[in-house]
């Protein structure tokens, strides 16, 4: 249970940490999908570069796994820049946010994960050093308080996080270029799985290429890993590398991943809904309770597929099954 839950979770694991840096498209052109954002970053991209100024500030929200820190090392390379990459929670004192900070030179990336859930003395730093490259800082208390101001060098900060709801206005208004990520079609995992199995050596007929894509809940992170999963099955069950229709449906079923990408997770989610809630609406801290996980699990990994493939609805008195769980309920 522990492992397919795993599976399909698209947050990263560890496995994904070593095999998504060689995976991960390192240019522009080479980003597969989110046509819409690729041209409008091209077009920022470009104009700084004539400019010879960094790029403005820049926001990418999205569930996980979708490409937002992919987007940032490619912008990185683009730019010919230096990237220095953290993330909210790992920032815990504003002494070693100013670290940070006074080391970054002229035109360098900083790039921060889950900016969301950056402290609040963090985030004011952020202020004056995202609008005026300039922080002050106060030692001591009381009579002896001083306030020391450092200069900083103009940087990008290039801010990724799950819930853009939740970051506080004027830290999202400080912010020059936004872009919302949104899950995949099918065609473009389908090439991203293509483009994986070449970079990992395994052969994947089209067809299981597809059967891939529709399981993947439109997020490339969870193609690539089901993708290494049939690889080896694939292995394991017919000694070959070969990875074709047939060893994806079997490696699926193994795997209880269904045509549309709803794993057991999923399944219990929308059951409990419909028994212990009569098909809702619940509030999604009791969810959380009955089923025993994170509310920010359901929250950022769950339900966003959910919402998105019209299983569930999100109202304001909570979430409902829809027309389309209840009679896919009946098959589980
Ligand atoms: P996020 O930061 O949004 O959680 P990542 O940038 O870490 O997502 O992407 C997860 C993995 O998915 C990456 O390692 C990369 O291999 C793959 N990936 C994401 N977007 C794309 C894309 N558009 N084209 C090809 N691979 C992608």
Redesign the pocket.
């Known amino acids: 249970m522990e492992e397919i839950k795993r599976l399909i979770i698209n947050e ?1 694991i560890q496995e994904d940490e070593i095999v ?1 840096l060689s ?3 390192q240019k522009l052109h080479a ?4 046509k819409e954002v690729i041209s409008a970053l091209k077009i920022s991209i470009e104009a700084a570069k004539n400019r010879k100024e960094p790029l403005e500030h820049t926001l990418f929200s ?1 569930p ?8 940032a090392h490619i912008i990185a390379n683009e730019m010919n820049s230096r990237i220095t990459v953290t993330s909210g929670p790992a920032i815990e004192r504003a002494g070693d946010f100013i670290g940070i900070l006074t080391n970054l030179e002229k035109g360098d990336i900083l790039f921060i ?1 889950e900016i969301h859930r950056l402290s609040k003395t963090v985030e004011e730093f952020l202020y004056p050093a995202m609008e005026n490259f300039k922080i002050d800082f106060i030692v001591d208390k009381g009579p002896y308080a001083k306030t020391i101001n450092f200069n900083l060098k103009p940087f990008t900060l290039i801010g ?1 996080t799950t819930r853009s709801g939740l970051l506080a206005t004027p830290l999202r208004d400080r912010f020059g270029i936004f872009h919302h ?1 949104e899950f995949y079609e099918k065609n473009d995992l389908a090439t ?1 799985i293509k ?1 994986s199995a070449m970079k990992l050596n395994v052969a994947v007929d089209p067809q299981a290429a597809d059967e891939i894509a529709i399981r993947s809940r439109g997020t ?2 969870v193609a ?1 890993r089901l993708l290494r999963r049939c690889r080896d099955y694939a292995q394991v069950k017919t000694g070959k590398s070969h990875v074709h229709e047939a060893v994806v449906k079997d490696c699926m079923k193994a795997l209880r991943i269904d045509e549309y990408g709803l794993d057991d997770l999923d399944r219990r989610l929308l059951k409990i809904i419909k028994s212990h809630y009569q098909g809702g609406p619940v509030g999604i801290e009791a969810l959380s309770a009955t089923l025993n996980e994170e509310v920010d699990t359901l929250v950022d990994v769950v339900e966003p597929y959910l919402l998105k493939t019209g299983f569930l609805r999100r109202t304001s008195r909570g979430r409902e099954l829809t027309e389309l769980s209840i009679k896919h309920l009946v098959n589980f």
Do not use: C, M, V
Request: hydrophobic share 35%; glycine share 16%.
């Open positions: 990263q998504s995976l991960r498209p980003f597969i999908g989110q999205g996980p796994g979708l490409g937002k820190t992919s987007l994960d990724a990520l991203i483009a490339p992170r690539n």
